[in-house]
């Protein structure tokens, strides 16, 4: 008896309960903190990487972070963690031919988890089958869906819908350009790779645009970090795609219900046998690609030809000269005339709105572009000096664009934003290999170009048209000169310092209205 109640008082004292929960927690930690090492010819380990965390300044400060720890290695290239997630960070001219012209890197495994902030696709895998499967059918979807004769039918819509939209302005105010051209970017976007109830109903379109906000928003350090932690922003994340399954679970039953069809995206995919899951995967995957990108660099692009006099006048002209060569009255009002641009003009008939979008692009696609080591095999960093430094398997690949677009080695004054340096006679994106990579370069070029330049030069020269501009702050005082953008940032994004267009609807406008 008197063992029984020793052992009973052993059992329940503080030392004995401790080490049981030692016993069980140490374990698991253990298991938490163990991550792949660098080994063999991996670049050198950045200072500051914490066991479970990694580095922390990829979240916090993430150019400044990628920007020291390249100064602190001597071929440029650093590795460090993130969470469990081994990264190799490249840059300079060697770092960029890898990053971009490697086939033995996997674009879609790498941003399936180091980015993020896009829909979950089931890509968390090394193995290049596994995560090769979803990209080879989503990159066949988007090149048929976004093909030359499809978008150019589908001109007269979109050029409808950015009338309506900057008439409904009105005659004289100030808009916030990354709520109204933002939304109307949205607009545009859901038309062309999603569906037709979506884009023609005001509710649902603000609907999927909060829903689609939401999801970009949940990406936090933790779920890169720690995915499996129902964190809030996972909740969240999760119960926005539930919320967009069900609306696009809705239409796909409706028209398979009703036998109605539609001339849209969701159509062609529904015909080519895709599944619900499968079809709301492409539209988000699209749409994240598309509006990410679009969205901001278009409101930016209005920013900066607000503040700009020079291009600002250099651009109408173009339009103008353009509209006049096939416009059949050439005394009618400028946006009577941009009716009969013939429909291919409105992807390359605007060099110089190309030019001043590509500057636009340069200084507004902030962050890193993602990669995956897939092979199975060490990837070779290439070196002109044949330093040997690989990318170990498995591993993740990270490349800072500010690396390249901010660097004052290729682009003279990397802060100031000049279209002009893309002139035959600068020709500054031609500097060295993968000095522009604002359109993607090498193995991965954007699958969206033409989408995202037809409805740039649409926008840009309706505003034209339609519109004087200045651009302001939010207290309505002039600014000469638009802010730089936040290079810190994970992606493009709006300004941190709120900005404003002042803008007057064109006499002419007004007279056609009334
Ligand atoms: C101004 C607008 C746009 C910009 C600046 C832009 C930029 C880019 C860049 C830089 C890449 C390469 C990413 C990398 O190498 O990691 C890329 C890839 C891609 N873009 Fe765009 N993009 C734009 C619009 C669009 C649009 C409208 C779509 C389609 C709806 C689109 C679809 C894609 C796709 C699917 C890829 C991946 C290509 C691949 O897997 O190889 N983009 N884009």
Redesign the pocket.
């Known amino acids: 008896m008197l063992g029984v109640n020793l052992l009973q008082e052993k059992l329940s004292s503080p030392l004995f309960l401790l080490l049981c929960a030692l016993a069980v927690l140490l374990p698991l930690l253990a298991a938490l903190a163990a991550r792949p090492a660098f080994r063999g010819k991996s670049p050198p380990l950045t200072a500051g990487n914490l066991p479970f965390i990694g580095s922390f300044g990829f979240f916090s400060a993430r150019w400044d972070f990628m920007r020291s720890a390249a100064a602190g290695s001597s071929s440029g290239n650093f590795a460090f963690h993130l969470g469990k997630h081994p990264v190799v960070g490249l840059s300079g001219e060697a770092g960029r031919r890898t990053f971009?012209e490697s086939s033995q890197l996997n674009?879609?495994a790498g941003?399936a988890v180091l980015f993020d902030s896009g829909p979950e696709l089931e890509q968390d895998s090394a193995d290049e089958k596994i995560s090769k499967g979803f990209?080879a059918w989503?990159?066949r979807n988007?090149k048929s869906i976004?093909r030359k004769e499809r978008l150019m039918s589908a001109l007269p819509t979109i050029m409808a819908d950015t009338r309506s939209r900057l008439l409904q302005l009105g005659p004289t105010g100030v808009t916030d350009p990354f709520d109204s051209i933002y939304k109307l970017v949205f607009l545009l976007?859901i038309r062309?790779?999603a569906c037709r109830e979506i884009a023609e109903s005001p509710a649902q379109l603000d609907k999927s645009l909060s829903l689609l906000q939401a999801i970009e928003a949940s990406s936090t350090p933790a779920s890169v970090i720690a995915p499996w932690a129902p964190v809030p922003a996972k909740i969240t994340r999760f119960l926005s795609g539930a919320k967009l399954y069900m609306m696009f679970k809705e239409l796909v039953d409706a028209r398979h219900a009703t036998g109605t069809r539609e001339e849209d995206a969701m159509q062609e995919l529904i015909d080519g046998g895709a599944s619900t899951t499968n079809i709301m995967k492409f539209v988000l995957?699209?749409v994240f690609?598309?509006q990410l990108?679009?969205g901001i660099?278009i409101a930016t692009q209005l920013c900066h030809l607000g503040a700009n006099k020079e291009w600002h006048a250099k651009s109408l002209e173009e339009v103008r000269a353009v509209a006049a060569q096939h416009a059949p009255d050439a005394s009618a009002p400028l946006l009577e005339q941009l009716q009969h641009i013939p429909p291919d003009l409105w992807e390359h008939g605007f060099p110089l709105l190309d030019q001043s979008?590509r500057e636009t692009?340069r200084m507004q696609?902030l962050g890193s572009?993602?990669r995956r080591n897939t092979s199975g095999k060490d990837v070779v960093i290439r070196h002109a000096d044949g330093t040997p430094e690989v990318i170990p398997p498995g591993a993740f690949v990270a490349y800072n664009i500010a690396d390249v677009h901010y660097n004052p080695r290729i682009f003279n004054s990397p802060t100031t934003w000049d279209p002009s340096r893309y002139d035959d006679d600068r020709a500054e994106d031609k500097k060295a290999p993968h000095s522009f990579?604002?359109?993607?370069?090498g193995?991965?070029?954007?699958?969206?170009?033409r989408?995202?330049k037809i409805?740039?030069n649409i926008m840009v020269a309706h505003f034209l048209a339609m519109f004087d501009w200045e651009l302001c702050a939010i207290d309505g005082s002039l600014m000469d000169t638009m802010p730089l953008p936040d290079l810190n940032s994970w992606t493009a994004t709006k300004p941190k310092t709120p900005t404003r267009l002042r803008y007057t609807m064109k006499e002419e406008v007004l007279r056609m209205k009334a």
């Open positions: 971009f674009l879609g941003y990209d989503f990159s988007i976004l976007t062309l790779v995957g699209a690609a598309a990108n679009s660099n979008l692009i696609l572009s993602f990579v604002g359109w993607g370069s193995a991965h070029p954007c699958l969206g170009v989408m995202a409805e740039h």
